[in-house]
């Protein structure tokens, strides 16, 4: 688990939960920042939405990973400070950014609906095929026995997790390319192919300026 990926995570989390701000949170809060107030509830939506991205795993088992020391190593936002120090850092910035008026910008809000769409596409994949995708015992343990020299020195339990985690990405990717070629012969897809050309011919031609 790399930091950068940990990072782009929580970027599109927190995107997504500017995007969908009708969202009403309850609860006691947990952080105030100026005239804005993060509460328990928000905190742990925006928690649980972020691991259960990485992970792919439910909320009991998302727990179990935040009391294991190992975890929490490799992944230091499993423990909901962190997750919330890292939360309030971000929120800082993007307010700034707001009051200077960055959301105006017509590239920012095209970034904006691109991680909208990514959100909402990995969430509803993830969710239509949960059941489809889960990996017998039988799968996670054959493999575990073909590449056992691979996982030395590493705990079984955490071997295994590893290899579902990966069965069940391989699962999806599977899943996800069949519904696609699907609604592309259900919508009739179509291309402007010459107008592509023509754009890519004008960069082509332009002249590279020596800096």
């Known amino acids: 688990m790399t930091s950068k990926r940990i990072f782009i995570a929580l970027i599109m989390v927190f995107v997504a939960a500017s995007v969908f701000s009708c969202a009403k949170y309850s609860g006691e809060w ?88 990514a959100v909402v596409v990995g969430y509803y994949v993830r969710e239509k095929f949960k059941h489809d ?15 056992k020299a691979k996982f030395q020195g590493v705990p079984v ?16 990717q599977i899943k996800i390319r069949d519904l696609v070629e699907k609604l592309r012969d259900e919508k009739g897809i179509r291309k402007n192919s010459e107008l592509l050309e023509k754009e890519q011919k004008k960069l082509l031609s332009k002249p590279i300026e020596n800096k």
Do not use: C, H, W
Request: charged share 35%; aromatic share 6%; glycine share 0%.
């Open 30 to 117: 947990v952080a105030k920042l100026d005239k804005e107030t993060v509460t328990i509830d928000e905190l742990n939506t925006l928690y649980y939405a972020q691991q259960k991205s990485l992970y792919n795993l439910p909320k009991e088992k998302i727990d179990e990973m935040a009391a294991d020391p190992a975890q929490l190593a490799k992944n230091p936002t499993l423990n909901k400070q962190e997750f919330l120090e890292q939360l309030i850092r971000q929120r800082l910035v993007y307010n700034k950014a707001k009051e200077e008026g960055i959301l105006k910008d017509k590239e920012v809000d095209a970034l904006v609906e691109m991680a909208k769409e």
């Open 157 to 172: 339990d955490q071997a295994e997790m590893f290899i579902k985690q990966q069965l069940q990405q391989q699962k999806l």
């Open 133 to 147: 995708i889960e990996p017998t015992q039988k799968e996670v343990e054959d493999i575990y026995i073909q590449q």
